[in-house]
């Protein structure tokens, strides 16, 4: 099995700084593309930033130029820089990876989540 272990979230006033941290743990042969998604309250969990194998960056619109996403494959994590935060980025971060499990099957596997708070 694969784990997924988001930090990193917390309470921050807007235009501060957050960065979000995830560690990818298990039956893991390789990891293809990772990634962050976000719920906010009373809405469907969205795409907020991907990130290949190779380094190719994939953001939605609402947080280009805001937030950067990076990755440590030798480590097996991924992280998420989010600076200029506004009361609309608050939501439930995931984490997400798209893996090559020991015995070569592949799956989307997803964290728990972790909650940032922006307030105005």
């Known amino acids: 099995q694969v784990q997924l272990a988001e930090s990193g979230g917390g309470l921050v006033q807007a235009g501060g700084s957050l960065s979000l941290s995830c560690q990818a743990s298990?039956?893991?042969?390789?990891?293809?593309?990772m990634g962050w998604y976000r719920q906010a309250p009373g809405k469907q969990r969205e795409l907020v930033a991907t990130i290949t194998d190779g380094g190719g960056t994939n953001y939605a619109d609402s947080v280009k130029g805001r937030f950067t996403i990076s990755r440590d494959s030798a480590q097996k994590m991924v992280y998420l820089q989010m600076n200029s935060l506004k009361p609309e980025d608050t939501a439930v971060y995931y984490c997400?990876?798209?893996?090559?499990?020991?015995?070569?099957?592949?799956?989307?596997?997803w964290g728990q989540g972790t909650r940032v708070t922006v307030s105005s």
């Open positions: 997400n990876a798209y893996v090559s499990t020991a015995t070569h099957h592949w799956s989307a596997f």
């Open positions: 298990g039956s893991i042969y390789v990891i293809n593309t």
